[in-house]
């Protein structure tokens, strides 16, 4: 299982780079909807850090899936919406699965109370993603909104949030150690190469 944890500001780059890697096909899911490579540099330039959280899967230290929590606090108090981006190689293995689940409860620790998430009709993962977690959902047009309503947070649910936050650092640490190692474990002339 890739390292879980919150994606920092001055990882832009790497959140970038995984929308600009996603193909076609996951692309448009993403975004329900075809996108550019321009419109996806607009889309992270826009990123209003202060009332979105972007929770990351980090495989050997590259950005490989997102869960992007973004509400407006003076226009929706009690409401944000999520996008989610897996590459190809990580779908079908859980990590849509855990992603969702950590960003419920990040938003439920930030006092929203509905959060809200679009997918095509024809996005049968996503569609079963929501119905897991208990979003209802709705047909509109072609594609399919699922509103999920969240309890008001408690000790457990910030403890959990705590505890995932601290377990991704750790993990994130160990696995830069493991990728060191590899590294440096290699005979001189493939270190010079990598």
């Known amino acids: 299982m890739p390292v879980i944890r919150k994606i920092m500001p001055t990882e832009l780059p790497q959140y970038r780079a995984h929308l600009l890697r996603l193909d076609r096909t996951d692309r448009y899911a993403r975004f329900a909807g075809t996108l550019s490579d321009e419109a996806v540099e607009r889309h992270?330039?826009?990123i209003d850090w202060g009332r979105t959280v972007i929770l990351g899967a980090f495989e050997d230290g590259v950005l490989r899936g997102a869960i992007e929590l973004c509400g407006d606090r003076l226009l929706w108090p009690e409401q944000a919406e999520f996008g989610i981006s897996i590459e190809s190689e990580l779908q079908g293995k859980g990590v849509g699965s855990t992603l969702v689940r950590r960003i419920l409860t990040v938003a439920r620790n930030r006092g929203i109370r509905h959060v809200h998430m679009v997918c095509l009709a024809e996005n049968s993962r996503m569609r079963a993603?929501?119905?897991?977690?208990?979003?209802?959902?709705?047909?509109?047009?072609?594609?399919?909104?699922?509103?999920?309503?969240l309890p008001a947070p408690n000790q457990f649910s910030i403890a959990l949030e705590a505890l995932e936050d601290g377990s991704g650092a750790f993990n994130s640490i160990l696995a830069g150690n493991a990728i060191q190692s590899r590294l440096f474990t290699r005979p001189p002339r493939e270190r010079m190469a990598a």
Request: proline residues 0%.
């Open 44 to 46: 992270c330039t826009a």
């Open 129 to 149: 993603l929501a119905r897991r977690f208990g979003g209802r959902l709705a047909l509109d047009g072609g594609e399919i909104t699922s509103m999920f309503e």
